[in-house]
């Protein structure tokens, strides 16, 4: 049961870049949604897209956290702790945004829950990164990239607390294609440097 289960990580891991970027792409169309909202005021399925592309982007996350374990276990295992709270917390998301679409109210404890999104997105992130950082096993441009949705998702946390959802107008737009960038911009750097790994490990042709 330990091989499978190994199995399995090896295969997130490998499939980690790709996660990321397809994550990144319904994040685009999150952002889109919330533009739609911003300027024509017109209801859009904004937590469905939301919702999908978190939780696609964690699993991308968990498959990352799986490579550092080696080198980094200690942050890289709390970073997979959160990884998996984030799927399950933004896979809630997608639950809740389909049932408001289609004029659904959902139950008050699952639209309560999504408030643990916090915990996973910005200390899930932040730690991965640092392990990023820490280890070597990644450029360190990567390390930073990796905080960049954590700062952005607690920046408008704290704007939305204080101002309230949509003040200023843009704002929704403005971090949501700040997360759509951040996690195309990891998925593209994990894999340009899966890709150049593939080149620097392939043995040298027969002359």
């Given at each position: ?32 949604s919330l533009a739609v909202t911003w300027l024509v005021d017109l209801p859009a ?163």
């Open positions: 049961m330990q091989r499978a289960a190994s199995s399995h990580l090896t295969t997130l891991e490998r499939w980690s870049p790709a996660l990321f970027l397809v994550g990144g792409v319904v994040l685009v169309a999150h952002a889109a399925p904004r937590n469905v897209f939301a919702g999908v592309g978190h939780a696609v982007a964690f699993l991308g996350l968990g498959g990352l956290c799986y490579g550092l374990t080696d080198r980094g276990p200690q942050l890289a295992r709390a970073g997979g702790i959160l990884a998996v709270l984030g799927v399950v917390g933004f896979t809630l998301t997608f639950l809740v945004g389909s049932a408001e679409f289609v004029a659904m109210t959902p139950p008050t404890w699952v639209e309560a829950a999504q408030l643990s999104n916090i915990v996973p997105m910005v200390l899930g992130f932040l730690l991965v990164g640092i392990a990023s950082l820490r280890t070597d096993s990644h450029p360190q441009f990567l390390g930073v990239l990796l905080f960049v949705p954590a700062v952005a998702f607690a920046v408008n946390v704290a704007r939305v607390a204080v101002l309230g959802p949509w003040t200023p107008p843009w704002a929704p737009f403005l971090f949501g294609s700040l997360q759509a960038l951040a996690m195309l911009a990891i998925g593209y750097s994990l894999r340009d440097e899966s890709i150049r790994t593939t080149r620097a490990n392939r043995p040298a042709d027969a002359v």
